[in-house]
């Protein structure tokens, strides 16, 4: 089977522009979770979509969004950019939730300048 | 709320020998999972191996194994015969059927092996 797939896998903004990344699950599975990764922060959760519905958010503003699509792909947006949003976005995908192994694609590097 | 704590930011270890390292975290729930992920410089995470809270049995993958301590809330991540390959960061991380697939990280190990 096919890993989890990351698009764009690198990325430079702006300050003040807008962005979509995309993150595709492996084939059959349906959960799909996001996290921003930063030398400061660390690992940090966005938000889980599940079943086309968004299941669980992070501490995130509202400048953060996402959403999931019938196929179980994923994406998610970040508008109004901020230095501080330059990060490694990963995108992990399980069968399901709770119990279910998560794999994680290979990231997305976003440099916002 | 859940807290996962890495004390060792960086450790160092002479291929072939066995290294341990450490992970304490917070949690009030009895229903969970504890993780060790590694990430080479690729930046892919790769998962080592997983331990669930219920079990006593520590958990084993070939030459990773884990000490989980439930009482003192303790989940440290042994790796036997180290080889160059093992070098990575190693995060450990924490999860809760509560909270569906959201895992909470520690800060992370760097590890480097020595030839």
């Known amino acids: 089977k096919a890993g989890v797939t990351q698009t764009p896998r690198y990325l430079i903004k702006t300050r003040g522009q807008q962005v979509t990344l995309s993150c595709s699950p492996i084939s059959g599975h349906r959960s799909v979770s996001w996290y921003q990764q930063t030398p400061g922060q660390g690992l940090q959760f966005l938000f889980e979509?599940?079943?086309?519905?968004?299941?669980n958010k992070g501490n995130f503003p509202g400048r953060f969004s996402g959403r999931q699509f019938s196929n179980s792909r994923s994406e998610m947006n970040v508008s109004t950019l901020e230095l501080g949003d330059s990060a490694l976005y990963l995108c992990?995908?399980?069968?399901?939730?709770?119990?279910?192994?998560?794999?994680f694609g290979p990231g997305t590097r976003l440099t916002v300048t | 709320a859940q807290t996962v704590t890495q004390s060792q930011p960086e450790m160092s270890v002479q291929e072939a020998e066995t290294v341990t390292l450490s992970c304490t975290y917070d949690?009030?729930?009895?229903?969970?999972?504890l993780f060790w992920y590694k990430q080479p410089p690729s930046r892919q995470m790769i998962l080592v191996i997983r331990q669930e809270a219920y079990k006593q049995q520590n958990a084993t993958e070939n030459r990773f194994s884990v000490n989980f301590q439930k009482a003192a809330k303790s989940f440290s991540l042994k790796i036997s015969d180290s080889q160059l390959g093992d070098a990575a960061m190693y995060f450990c991380a924490y999860r809760t059927p509560e909270y569906g697939n959201k895992l909470v990280f520690g800060a992370g190990t760097i590890l480097r092996v020595k030839s």
């Open positions: 949690t009030s729930e009895s229903d969970y999972y």
């Open positions: 979509y599940f079943s086309e519905t968004q299941r």
């Open positions: 992990a995908s399980s069968l399901g939730r709770s119990i279910y192994e998560q794999y």
